[in-house]
């Protein structure tokens, strides 16, 4: 377990595929696979709110009180409870069916960077989104994980990021993000 792959990016950012738990991952901030509510209520959101204790749940019912739901392919940032993070980014990813998956996916991607960049976060993990319930095909995830990730650093040139992880368990996602990640050596 642990890095798989890197790859380089602009700027002398790198790319990392971790293999192993976002939640014991060496970062600043992590980002939650969420829903538009911020509930968390299966999967990586329910592992990070056990882990994060009560104060995530709070939190994330306050951000949607305040801001209103997390529109699809936006994220927003809440603080982590008990985890060891500066935050969580709570990135809502499409749900197979909704239409445009590929380019709201890599806009939930970009969205939780730009939330990183914004605090001044130096390195971030990212889950595998909308993979799971949400149904998107694999082949859509990765690809889109990895646009997401050049399509925040064409915006930002000066982003914050220096390292950028994607941590998943090991799947058949693996071998798609690795041939993904091939294309930006």
């Known amino acids: 377990m642990g890095i798989k792959k890197t790859a380089p990016l ?6 990392h595929l971790s293999i192993g738990n976002l939640l014991t991952e060496p970062v600043d901030a992590i980002v939650n696979a969420a829903n538009s509510h911020l509930l968390h209520g299966g999967g990586v959101a329910a592992a990070i709110a056990r882990a994060a204790g009560p104060q995530l749940d709070e939190e994330s019912r306050a951000y949607v009180q305040a801001n209103g739901p997390v529109p699809t392919g936006s994220a927003g940032v809440t ?5 060891p993070y500066k935050g969580v980014i709570h990135a809502v990813g499409p749900v197979m069916g909704c239409g445009s998956e590929a380019q709201k996916l890599s806009s939930a991607v970009a969205a939780a960077l730009r939330c990183a960049h914004r605090q001044g976060w130096k390195s971030i993990a990212l889950p595998a989104i909308s993979s799971g319930i949400y149904r998107v095909p694999l082949e859509i995830c990765a690809r889109s994980y990895v646009q997401g990730v050049l399509g925040h650093l064409e915006e ?8 950028i992880r994607i941590t998943i368990f090991e799947g058949p996602l693996v071998e798609l993000l690795e041939k993904e990640m091939d294309g930006l050596g």
């Open 156 to 163: 930002q040139p000066d982003s914050s990021l220096e390292e």
């Open 10 to 15: 602009p700027g002398g950012r790198r790319l």
């Open 79 to 83: 603080p982590a409870g008990n985890l």
